[in-house]
């Protein structure tokens, strides 16, 4: 009798949770990989701004649009009355600042579709990296040279250790400017 079971549950039960176990892995595996994680990701936008005009050939400042970039956590997107400053007299007749006049006329958000996205577990705050020197480029790349936006480095915890661990000899010129240190390494610092 105790073989016929032991021999029941090893022909059965065990194949079915070795297949469980393996499905479940897999699933969370690729369910995990969403493509707006990752280098390439570059959705289209309900407006066609170009940063490589705006912040390249203009020199517009990042923090011109993105105001709290240096104040908190977030670096914000900006609402269509930041566009509008320029845009109530300039190119007022394009397609695209059409679209976003009608955006602002109807005190309507703009929909932009977020780019650059860590996951919810993780606590980011830029103020702290801006505030110490660092250079939007450094996560974001050469965002003056894009003219559709599009996550060109890895958000990885690999990649934010190395900076952390490496910063003082990675950006000596902001070691006497600022202070610049090497980051916090232990696990609350960013896990949250």
């Given at each position: ?69 240096s104040k908190g956590r977030h670096a914000n997107v900006p609402a ?19 679209k976003l006049t009608e955006y602002y006329k109807n005190d309507q ?38 003219p559709v936006v599009a996550q060109v480095k890895p958000f990885m ?36």
């Open positions: 009798m105790r073989k016929s079971v032991l021999d029941y549950i090893l022909r059965i039960y065990l194949p079915v949770t070795l297949l469980v176990v393996v499905a479940t892995y897999t699933v969370t595996y690729f369910a995990s990989r969403n493509e707006r994680y990752h280098v390439g990701y570059a959705p289209e936008q309900p407006i066609n701004y170009s940063h490589e005009l705006h912040a390249g050939k203009m020199g517009i400042d990042c923090q011109y649009c993105h105001t709290a970039v269509a009355s930041t566009c509008m400053n320029c845009h109530s007299v300039a190119r007022t007749d394009r397609p695209e600042i059409i958000p703009i929909p932009w579709k977020r780019v650059h996205k860590l996951p919810e577990h993780v606590y980011f705050n830029h103020s702290v990296h801006v505030n110490k020197g660092l250079d939007c480029t450094e996560c974001h790349g050469k965002i003056q040279e894009m915890m690999s990649n934010c250790l190395d900076c952390h661990r490496n910063a003082p000899e990675r950006y000596p010129h902001l070691v006497n400017l600022t202070g610049l240190k090497k980051g916090p390494e232990n696990c609350s610092a960013c896990h949250r």
